[in-house]
């Protein structure tokens, strides 16, 4: 093995420049998050619901179907997978939070954006690496062991007729997962731009959910009116049930309270990320330019 | 040419902060001079593409601004003015980072950080937190972050930052071994004149965002042929009184004379008036101008036209 001198010697090798230029963001992202133990124990924590409903899709698929009188949570239709989805989209909050909450502003506060902005990123580089941190705890915890509780079931006990049947759940799964994670990221890491710290972002996540849930219910308790269900961002996340698993998703326990329009949740919505990118996008910018 | 800009302006609302900036940049180390708000770090932010230029254009290393921005930065490594860093992480894996970032693999990223700390002197510390480091220790790993994806140009803005003058010596003595036995283009952006001195041979000085003085610093500190700096020895105010009469221009500087002769005034005069009046010369040579004196003349000069442009 050569012995080289500790000194500065000439890089021969050559400078990726087609694939992915965020990646190298989100991978350390992922690592920095993983180093907390708190948040490893809650990610484990996380994974308790797909271990009841793989246990429950066990016992499930075991129960002859012929058997009289068999209860309801024992048979494994699409509302199973939404309503393991439901359950774990309330994790989402505290995940969401636990890996967005400091992405940006800690790197407002040890001016980290400018070593960023200095590599060949963009903005949109640099935003999309922030994003995909959040987003990929998100879809860990919802994504991937949904599609894994599918694989299951088709494993236990294959029958064509149901796996052709329940075949679109599984882009369903992908879509309201994808949907709401991208939802989370897009809103923590918008407040985590206009804010000094994790303190105030996650205050003001909390703040933005609970306030108009509650100003949604009261409106809606005085008036009647099942539009104003909408001004709930929660409801309006809820509703996108409804989108991806139609009928379905009335089967969800505790659904009905939350329906909300889905249509006009989801237009909320899509606004809402609109808005959130740009304002995400300005800060940025203004860090980058006027320090 | 590694920088050219052409009448290349930037603005902050009302304020030009670079105000038609022409200069062309060589190889080697050069220095940017100029005061606190000269636009310094706007030049080197505007050229990173950090900063959207109101009008002008610029190249580096013959790459437009305007549309080649990333190819820029992947040849140029930068390091702010700022205490910034990475927080949560040691020095060896901000320093890989910043290498990945720039588009290296993984592995070559973390050898190169490995490699690059233990020459800027954070061998030992490379594995605790960043934001446990002192400012000498932040300002060598940005010079580090700087340097892993081995750049063509450097930009340092301000290097030499907060450090103790033992890392001041210290990041100075890297940052000419680097532009001298390494090769390595360095635009060297300070306020420190004794720092600028030290490393570059060549120096640019802005001051309210115009381009003031251009050129070698050997030449830009030559005075006209006609002044000298003399030490002497007897009595000093009568040979002063003596070159007066005799049309020349005389200053006291500690205990130097510096004395302007008369257009055509050959320099046998000042020894024939030596002479005359009993004076022992112990030293005579041609003045040059300290890059204090350069530095305060163009800074007084605002409305004057570039000094020197070589």
């Not at chain 1, 992202?29 to 619901?49: M, V, W």
């Not at chain 2, 310094?40 to 950090?50: A, D, I, Q, S, Y």
């Not at chain 2, 002063?240 to 020349?248: S, V, W």
């Amino acid at each position: 093995m050569p012995i080289f001198e500790q000194t500065y010697r000439k890089w021969e090798g050559t400078l990726k420049t087609t694939g992915i230029r965020w990646l190298p963001i989100t991978k350390m992202g992922i690592k920095q998050t993983f180093k907390k133990k708190r948040f490893l124990l809650f990610f484990i924590g996380c994974q308790i619901p797909f271990l009841v409903f793989a246990i429950r899709l066990i016992i499930g698929a075991l129960v002859p179907e012929n058997i009289e009188n068999a209860p309801e949570f024992l048979k494994i239709t699409p509302s199973f997978f939404a309503h393991f989805l439901w359950i774990q989209s309330s994790f989402i909050f505290i995940m969401t939070i636990w890996s967005g909450a400091n992405l940006i502003n800690g790197d407002y506060q040890s001016n980290a954006l400018q070593l960023y902005l200095s590599k060949p990123l963009t903005q949109l580089d640099y935003i999309l690496g922030k994003l995909s941190i959040v987003a990929f705890f998100n879809l860990t915890i919802t994504v991937v062991p949904a599609i894994l509780l599918f694989i299951l079931r088709a494993l236990i006990k294959y029958e064509n007729s149901w796996f052709v049947q329940n075949l679109w759940v599984i882009p369903a799964i992908l879509g309201l997962s994808l949907a709401i994670s991208v939802i989370h990221s897009l809103f923590i890491l918008c407040l985590s731009a206009i804010t000094t710290n994790s303190r105030f972002s996650t205050i003001a996540y909390f703040i933005i959910l609970f306030f108009t849930d509650g100003i949604a219910d009261l409106l809606h308790s005085l008036r009647r009116v099942h539009s104003l269900l909408n001004i709930s961002i929660s409801n309006d996340l809820f509703s996108l049930f409804q989108i991806f698993f139609g009928k379905h998703a009335a089967k969800i326990p505790g659904y009905s309270e939350k329906m909300a329009d889905p249509y006009y949740g989801a237009a909320i919505l899509i606004v809402l990320c609109v808005l959130c990118y740009f304002v995400i996008k300005r800060r940025v910018g203004r860090i980058e330019v006027i320090q | 040419m590694i920088i050219e800009t052409n009448e290349l302006t930037v603005k902050y609302g009302e304020l030009r902060a670079l105000d038609t900036v022409n200069l062309t940049i060589g190889e080697g180390a050069v220095g940017l001079l100029g005061p606190n708000g000269a636009g310094k770090t706007t030049l080197l932010r505007t050229l990173l593409g950090f900063q959207k230029s109101n009008e002008g254009e610029a190249s580096v290393l013959g790459l437009d601004i305007k549309d080649r921005q990333m190819e820029i930065r992947r040849r140029v490594g930068y390091m702010p003015e700022m205490d910034c860093f990475i927080p949560g992480i040691s020095g060896v894996s901000m320093v890989s980072y910043m290498g990945q970032l720039c588009g290296m693999h993984r592995l070559d990223a973390l050898q190169r950080a490995h490699e690059i700390l233990f020459y800027v002197g954070l061998g030992e510390a490379r594995y605790r937190e960043v934001q446990t480091y002192s400012t000498g220790m932040k300002q060598r790993t940005k010079l580090a972050g700087s340097l892993v994806h081995d750049p063509e140009i450097l930009l340092l803005d301000e290097p030499t930052n907060g450090m103790d003058p033992e890392g001041h010596e210290e990041m100075l003595a890297l940052i000419s071994d680097l532009a001298y036995k390494r090769n390595k283009n360095v635009l060297f952006c300070s306020h420190l004149l004794q720092d600028v001195e030290r490393v570059c041979k060549d120096i640019r000085l802005l001051n309210e965002g115009k381009l003031r003085v251009s050129g070698e610093l050997k030449t830009l500190k030559q005075e006209s042929d006609n002044v000298y700096r003399l030490r002497v020895k007897g009595d000093v105010l009568a040979f002063i009184e003596a070159l007066k009469l005799k049309h020349c221009r005389v200053e006291t500087d500690k205990d130097d004379l510096k004395i302007w002769l008369p257009e055509k005034t050959p320099l046998k005069r000042i020894f024939e008036i030596a002479y005359q009046r009993k004076m022992q010369i112990r030293h005579l040579s041609r003045s040059e101008k300290s890059l204090e004196e350069i530095f305060m003349d163009a800074v007084k000069n605002n409305n004057g036209d570039l000094d020197a442009n070589l």
